[in-house]
């Protein structure tokens, strides 16, 4: 559409303060200017175009640029328009410029030149410098109104000659200086407002004009009236200002404080509607103090102002207050965001991730002072550009498989790297643990290798960057505390595709119809049942520990409960009743009064039958239908349906781990943790009275866990026809097995280290500190004494890890990554805390109290030192 008039204005002079004319706040209302650019101003008109950038459109007269390559870079820059002459009109049409954004400068005024210069083309024309207004006034009404837009300027603008013009649809152009936007100040000037609404209509009886009310984004705020006068004064003002039809002039906001800015005005299509462009202040336009007279904003201005507001004044708390103030965590989030719509596939799963990706997008934007309004500034400018790379992604971006910032090894999504299931099986076509075509681990023989090179062998996998995994937890963990159960099924019907959850959490007593097990399977459960709780009902201390330190002083310890649990049972790749078992069956026994478990539900909703009838068995309260670090957040600081806990155990992947970390370090949460965890691993120190089957098996049965698992075989003194032997079950077995793929993940760094001597395989094993250590030795208890860290053995050939993880009685849920060196497995001692308790006698006091008041003197506690000086009667 037509600008309603151009301020021509002069490329070297300085608006900002003009004594006479129009200011570049002025201009900005008229929205729209003209500028000649020469060979010598051409660098002070990019320079413009810069500048003015979503201020007004700028239409620049070229025909005294000779270089096309000049013409070309200032429609590159943003210019709306350009008025060339007829050659230069060939070659852009030559290089397929839009035809729109050009102007055909006129040669001649007569009206055989104008017919001639505008025969055969439908691109726009300028008549420069136009003396007789009555013969441009003729051809404009020979032309007819079904024609291109006509730019006029004139040797002497006149007030009446201008308005004629204007009156049929021309744009006169008019030198900034002889207009105004104050009449009454300057009468010897144009005024812009009677220019502007030269060509306005209006059926209205009282003559007024409709007049849209919009922001900057094109969002309507109201529906008002103007004329010619309001117009005038909120051109003079930069207010919005209207006609009232009671009250006669009206100043929005003069007296609620609600004003507007003026940003530009225009008029419709056909002249009948004004449209006031502004920047709302206060409340808002409504009287209701709404946004809009149609209600609140929606969408991205909703979110604006949301971000505006957290970043002025945030509530206690507030996640968007915690981007502002964390750009490295705002940087994490949008990277995360961008690849999770990247690997998104269906349409809700992409307007989803593009909603999370405009809100983090947005908040790095206002975070810097940049608004939606300055964004589609920039996108309505590259949008007009002519210059066009190809826009390939930078080679950082480029990878032969979909980019993640938080997925598995294999290029996983978001989905799949932070949900349980960590273990990603490999591809018959991967060579991973096949050596010379067979399913082999790498042999080291020590004797042969340097200390560093063993050392090196003994490595676990490469996990992924901490900062990274606890950059991807936080603002899950965030989520979770600051919108509870919403946030919690957020991330189920992301990470576990259980979309039809309306709950997060299934509560005692539980449904027999959700405990529906085979018989085997049940009695199988007991049988576990009673083993683990008589194993840790053993453990339980009989009386408290009472020591009379002197005659007199009574210390004494006693255990109680942790009152809370908090118990995670993973999902993924395998169900698991057992780590149900045992986490639930030690926290039953130590007393605790209310046990929680979390477990990631089926992509149907449920969760397996055989953990809600461990859950039943144990006596929980209820199961969190969650999994990864919003479970432990769940957990942490409790939600609407979730309770908060003490205490938070059990087993997962990186993602876990990294959340119980983070919730542990946060005094706010009050909660503590058993132990870090990494992925399951096995050693097994086997000599040549060792079964090649049984070692195999033992070797395979930690394997199959998932790629990242870890087994080690320490052979001590094995010839070569027995490490064979060895391998060849290894070999056979594995391909007999239905997770082979996995296996062979696994194998892929695992090792066999052969040694000479029992005592170095034991150095080798405390220096490793394997989660499950396996003795397959000859005489084995009488290895255990050599044992020094390990989260838990396993004595002689009939003993597989399979009981540990099951049946026997022990704890499966045991420290691993080497952490045994520092931790414990779970055990009673995991769910009670102890007290110390001292009571004294006078006597016990007076024995006592000079070597209390004297340290209290020396640390210069004198309180602490009258606290006893004062019940002895010394000074």
């Known amino acids: 559409m037509a600008p309603a008039l151009l301020a021509a204005i002069d490329l070297a002079k300085d608006y900002s ?76 049409k030559a290089l397929n410029i839009d035809q729109d954004r050009i102007v055909l400068a006129l040669p001649g005024n007569t009206r055989q030149e104008i017919i001639n210069a505008i025969a055969g083309t439908q691109v726009d ?24 837009d006509i730019f006029v300027s ?20 008019i030198p900034a200086e002889v207009l105004t936007v104050d009449a009454t100040k300057e009468p010897g000037l144009l005024s812009v407002a009677r220019l502007v609404m030269a060509d306005a209509t209006s ?12 922001d ?33 002039l009206w100043y929005k906001g003069e007296s609620s404080g609600d004003v507007q800015e003026l940003v530009s005005l225009s008029l419709d299509c056909d002249n009948d509607c004004l449209r006031f462009v502004v920047r709302q202040k206060g409340r808002g336009f409504c009287h209701l103090a709404t946004p809009t007279c149609f209600g609140q904003y929606t969408g991205l201005s909703k979110l604006q102002k949301t971000l505006e507001s957290r970043k002025a004044s945030a509530p206690q708390g507030s996640y968007t207050a915690r981007l502002f103030s964390d750009p490295q965590l705002l940087r994490a989030k949008i990277l995360e965001e961008a690849t999770e719509l990247c690997d998104a596939k269906t349409k809700s799963e992409v307007a989803f991730e593009a909603a999370d990706l405009f809100y983090f997008a947005l908040t790095k934007c206002i975070a810097e002072g940049v608004s939606l309004e300055d964004v589609e500034r920039n996108l309505d400018a590259k949008s007009i550009k002519v210059k ?52 082999a681990m790498k042999r080291y023989i020590t004797t042969k290798e340097s200390p560093d090179t063993i050392l090196a062998a003994l490595q676990r996998p490469s996990q992924r960057s901490s900062d990274q995994i606890i950059g991807i937890c936080r603002p899950i963990i965030e989520a979770v505390k600051s919108r509870g159960d919403a946030a919690v099924l957020e991330y189920t019907h992301r990470f576990e595709k259980a979309t039809s959850l309306t709950s997060a959490v299934l509560r ?46 009574v210390c004494s310890r006693f255990a109680r409960p942790i009152e809370r649990v908090g118990l995670y049972v993973p999902g993924g790749t395998a169900v698991l009743p057992s780590t149900a078992l045992m986490l639930g069956v030690p926290a039953m026994v130590a007393g605790c009064k209310k046990i929680v478990l979390a477990s990631p539900p089926r992509p149907d909703g449920s969760i397996t039958p055989e ?45 876990v781990t990294a959340a119980k970390m983070i919730v542990s370090n946060d005094t706010n949460a009050g909660v503590s943790i058993d132990m870090p965890a990494g992925p399951s691993e096995v050693l097994v120190v086997a000599d040549a009275f060792a079964n090649p089957a049984f070692v195999a098996s033992d070797l395979l049965s930690q394997a199959e866990h998932g790629v990242d698992s870890q087994v080690i075989l320490i052979a001590i003194g094995l010839s070569e026809a027995q490490l064979a032997a060895i391998e060849d079950e290894l070999h056979a077995q594995a391909n007999a097995l239905p997770r082979v793929e996995i296996v062979r993940g696994a194998i892929d760094h695992s090792i066999t280290l052969v040694v000479d001597t029992l005592e170095e395989g034991m150095r080798l094993s405390n220096l490793y500190a394997p989660e499950h250590l396996i003795l397959q030795v000859e005489n084995a208890e009488s290895v255990v004494p050599y044992v020094q860290n390990a989260g838990s053995v396993f004595i002689g050939k009939w003993t597989p890890e399979s009981v540990g993880d099951y049946s026997a009685g022990v704890n499966h849920s045991l420290p691993t990554y080497g952490y045994a060196k520092q931790y414990s497995g779970v055990n009673l001692g995991s769910y009670i805390k102890h007290i110390t308790s001292a009571h004294l006698t006078k006597e016990g006091l007076a024995n006592v109290g000079g070597a209390v008041m004297e340290l209290a003197r020396v640390e210069e506690l004198e309180a602490h030192r009258r606290a006893v000086s004062i019940r002895l009667g010394v000074s």
């Open 17 to 92: 303060n003009s004594s006479q004319g129009l200011t570049t706040q002025s201009l900005s209302f008229v929205g729209n200017v003209f500028a000649r650019v020469t060979p010598e101003t051409f660098d002070l008109a990019l320079d413009h175009l810069q500048r003015s950038v979503g201020q007004y459109a700028t239409y620049f007269g070229a025909a005294s640029l000779i270089s096309i390559d000049h013409v070309v870079s200032l429609l590159d820059a943003g210019a709306a328009k350009i008025f060339v002459t007829r050659p230069q009109l060939e070659e852009l």
């Open 125 to 148: 024309v300028y008549s420069h410098q136009v003396q007789d207004t009555g013969l441009v006034e003729a051809w404009l009404k020979e032309y007819g109104t079904d024609r291109p």
């Open 154 to 173: 004139f040797a002497s603008p006149a007030i009446d000659d201008v308005l004629r013009i204007s009156k049929l649809a021309a744009v006169p152009v």
């Open 203 to 214: 059926d209205r009886p009282d003559g007024l004009f409709t007049t849209l009310v919009t």
């Open 216 to 248: 900057e984004r094109g969002v309507a705020l109201g529906l008002v009236y103007s004329s010619e006068e309001s117009v005038a004064e909120s051109l003079r003002t930069g207010r919005g200002v209207y006609q009232s039809r009671k009250r006669g």
């Open 388 to 439: 066009r790379r190809r826009g390939d992604a930078k080679p950082a971006f480029v990878s032969s498989q979909p980019a993640s910032t938080n997925g598995a090894a294999n290029g996983t999504s978001t989905d799949t790297a932070v949900k349980e299931a960590a273990s990603i099986p490999k591809s018959k076509e991967d060579p991973a643990g096949v050596r010379n075509g067979r399913i």
């Open 508 to 553: 005692a007593p539980f449904p027999e119809s959700l405990m529906k097990l085979d018989p085997a399977t049940a009695k199988a459960i007991d049988i576990s049942f009673e083993n683990i709780r008589k194993f840790h009902a053993a453990q339980k201390e009989d009386k408290p520990l009472v020591v009379e330190t002197m005659p007199g002083v």
């Open 611 to 655: 953990i809600v009838y461990a859950a039943h068995k144990v006596g929980a309260e209820s199961i969190v239908l969650a999994g990864g670090a919003q479970a432990v957040a769940a957990m942490a600081y409790g939600t609407e349906s979730v309770s908060k806990v003490d205490k938070i155990l059990g087993p997962g992947n990186q993602f």
